[in-house]
């Protein structure tokens, strides 16, 4: 079981992260019924350009 200490201290370290766009998980590893350590993971979103305007092209037809 997981005490509530080491839960709030896993919050702590991924608010730490401040995400704002992205995903994150905490995986807690057991070893004879008892948490040892946890790990914390993110990663962030980054768009990608869709449109001619958002990459800055502009149409040799219109200039």
Do not use: P, W
């Not at 995400?19 to 990663?43: K, L, N």
Request: hydrophobic residues 30%; glycine residues 4%; aromatic residues 8%.
């Amino acid at each position: 079981m997981i005490s509530d200490n080491v839960f709030i201290q896993a919050l702590q370290e991924l608010n730490n992260h401040q995400i704002q766009h992205g995903e994150c998980s905490i995986t807690f590893t057991y070893h004879d019924g008892r948490v040892q350590f946890y790990t914390v993971s993110t990663s962030e979103r980054h768009n990608v350009a869709s449109s001619k305007k958002q990459l800055g092209v502009t149409d040799a037809k219109s200039a």
